[in-house]
């Protein structure tokens, strides 16, 4: 039986992505789980194309639910304003 261990990036890359871009985790606590998990995803050439892809990913999921509630569609139009314009994702509620 052959067992492999390999590191996801996808889950690597949210957790990156939630400290990076949108500041929901401290840099404490990133580098913590850098350390615990033993590799850290950032310095990576192709992280920023997997960051890209993610938070188009939310974007599109809350998409489906924008008439939900006028907060939902507003968070989308700030998502989607933020990604054309290179804006800060510092202001992105988690949903």
Do not use: C, N
Request: proline content about 5%; aromatic content about 14%.
């Amino acid at each position: 039986m052959i067992v492999r261990i390999a590191r996801d990036p996808g889950s690597l890359g949210e957790t990156a992505l939630f400290y990076d871009r949108f500041g929901w985790h401290t840099e404490q606590e990133y580098r913590t789980f850098v350390e615990v998990y033993g590799f850290d995803i950032m310095p990576w050439p192709g992280y920023p194309t997997l960051a890209d892809y993610r938070e188009l990913s939310m974007t599109l999921w809350l998409a489906g639910k924008a008439r939900e509630s006028e907060s939902v569609a507003e968070e989308i139009r700030k998502r989607v304003h933020a990604v054309q314009t290179g804006g800060s994702r510092r202001e992105w509620a988690p949903f």
